[in-house]
């Protein structure tokens, strides 16, 4: 039982760390920044999502209204959510 248990558990830390964020490239991160900067917000990190989703994340964005902010773009870099960090 403790041995199912645990194989249970090792596999399933496999698979979250295969899911993992991925760096953008230097033409996504440009577009990531470029995106972010029309909303007024910058000084935030990139990633993208590796589970094909298409999606990219703007992390700590410090935006105009001095507060951080995580924002989420789709495919064609438009913001499709922007939330309190």
Known sequence: MKTAILAAVALALGAGAALADEKPSAAEMEKITATAKTWGCTGGKGEKESES??????????????????????????VISITAD
């Open 53 to 78: 989703s298409g999606i990219y994340e703007y992390e700590d964005a410090t935006c105009a209204d001095g507060k951080k902010y995580d924002l989420k773009m789709d495919k064609d870099f438009k």
